[in-house]
């Protein structure tokens, strides 16, 4: 009876947890975000479950779609990010098999022979001997005060922040992707129109040289007709080096080598930003999987509390063997061989130098570093959600005006053509309006990006996509030829 109330003891106390009963740390409170959801509906909220993991696809853009693909397969980056969310699960099983017994086999054969000078009664031509043994080895820590279970629950939470980390890095390699591409496809609009103007340019250096030869300009005239020349050509240059460094920051996105990597210049328009924004800024802290990566060391925190907490108190194992053993005459395995040992042991600290109140305070220190790290995560995700929003909310309206701008310039342009086919006006004006119309072109392609880049921002500071998402009202791009790599 006494064996039994003995092992209820321990199987009772081995249910205490020294670890602080976990609680969401309190975080400021919003009902909305400041940069409200639009009066006329244009902008639409979701709710936390309705995501998409394909969010780019609303572009149409089957060149995006190939490198989103690639980028999620063979990014470096998050093939690392994969290894240590492996070595973080590896180390959760690791600390799991401790609350296991642990048991091993062992079998010794010696021959022993002794000295002759080395006893205290020397006995002359001693013989040696041999001895053989096997047995099994039993060792097993009762976790009575939960510190082998803490630190259990601790790196499972570490886990578990090491998949959400992956899936942050993951989500802001989409972003990168879709940021980088569509900021080729703008450079590649603006060599385009920069080309134009180069050619105008040329066009109107000559058309310079004729009337200086024929003494109608003046040679500053040729001299500024020269320098507007040379400026557009180093202007195209500059262009055509920034979408040389853009493939290869694409090319590195995708794990692929930059001198085998090559997307095929497309004079396409940009799609329209995306619109959608969330209702509840508390949606975020279920979407955001940084902001739950970062309440996932709170919780390991905590629990690492209770490890050293526990470390005050004694630690209670099970130690044992059993096997067989002689030496050397006749058969090993019979019963007059056996050989057995079982018993408890403890162990209790008694003087230290402080370490166990040292380790107590790091632990606590530790959690409280988690609690201010997971509060500023949160915070920031608020705030990058506040900026782009409003970012969207002005970048919208340059970006109509600048539309807007440039459609009036090519009217402009197209009444410069007729004047001069009727004679009513001279090349140089016909010229100066192609100008004026490509460089309105940039300007809009160039606003338009930052409006779409925002909200690409947008979405990777929501956490990602939405449902609803395929359904919005972004305009289809044609479909650009492919990437080779």
Request: hydrophobic share 40%; with cysteine; glycine share 6%.
């Amino acid at each position: 009876m006494k064996k039994v109330l003995i092992a209820g003891l321990f199987f009772g106390l081995s249910g205490c947890s020294f670890a602080p009963t976990y609680t969401r740390p309190d975080l400021p409170t919003a009902s909305q975000y400041q940069e409200k959801m639009v009066e006329d509906g244009h902008w639409v909220p979701f709710k936390a479950t309705e995501t998409s993991q394909t969010w780019w696809k609303v572009f149409h853009d089957p060149v995006l779609d190939d490198l989103e693909h690639s980028g999620l397969v063979a990014n470096q980056n998050l093939l690392a990010a994969l290894a240590r969310l492996d070595q973080g699960r590896s180390l959760a099983r690791e600390q799991w098999a401790n609350l296991w017994p642990m048991i091993g086999a062992a079998a010794t054969h010696q021959k022993t022979k002794i000295s002759e000078h080395t006893m205290i009664f020397p006995v002359q031509n001693y013989p040696a001997f041999q001895t053989n043994q096997v047995q099994l080895d039993l060792n097993y820590e009762l976790d009575i005060w939960g510190a082998l279970r803490n630190a259990a629950h601790a790196a499972d939470a570490q886990a578990r922040a090491s998949a959400d980390d992956l899936a942050t890095l993951a989500l802001s390699t989409e972003a990168e992707i879709a940021l980088d591409y569509e900021s080729l496809r703008a450079l590649d609009v603006e060599l385009s129109e920069t080309e134009r103007q180069v050619n105008s340019w040329s066009d109107n250096r000559a058309l310079t040289t004729v009337l200086v030869t024929g003494s109608e300009a003046a040679i500053p005239d040729q001299a500024q007709a020269d320098l507007n020349w040379q400026m557009a050509r180093q202007q195209l240059n500059e262009l055509r080096l920034q979408r040389e460094r853009m493939q290869h920051a694409l090319a590195l996105l995708v794990g692929s080598n930059p001198e085998e990597f090559h997307i095929t210049p497309v004079e396409a328009e940009l799609p329209t930003p995306l619109h959608p924004v969330p209702g509840m800024p508390s949606v975020l802290l279920e979407r955001r999987p940084d902001v739950v990566s970062a309440e996932e060391k709170v919780k390991a925190a905590n629990a690492n509390i209770g490890v050293a907490k526990a470390a005050w108190f004694p630690v209670f194992n099970l130690t044992g063997y059993s096997g067989y053993g002689n030496t050397g005459y006749g058969p090993l395995l019979v019963a007059p061989n056996r050989l057995w040992s079982f018993g408890p042991t403890l162990s209790l600290p008694l003087f230290n130098g402080g370490q166990i109140a040292a380790a107590n305070d790091l632990a606590r220190a530790q959690w409280e570093e988690s609690v201010a790290n997971y509060r500023n995560t949160v915070l920031g995700a608020w705030r990058e959600v506040e900026d782009q929003l409003a970012a969207l909310r002005e970048l919208e309206e340059e970006a109509e005006a600048a539309h807007g701008a440039s459609e009036a310039a090519q009217q402009a342009l197209e009444q410069a053509r007729l004047r001069f086919e009727g004679g009513l006006t001279n090349r140089f004006e016909v010229l100066q309006a192609e100008r004026t119309a490509a460089l309105t072109l940039t300007g809009a392609t160039q606003l338009r990006l930052r409006a779409l880049a925002s909200s690409i921002v947008l979405v990777k500071a929501l956490g990602g996509g939405w449902s609803d998402l395929d359904s919005s009202d972004s305009e289809k791009s044609p479909a650009p030829a492919g990437v080779h790599s």
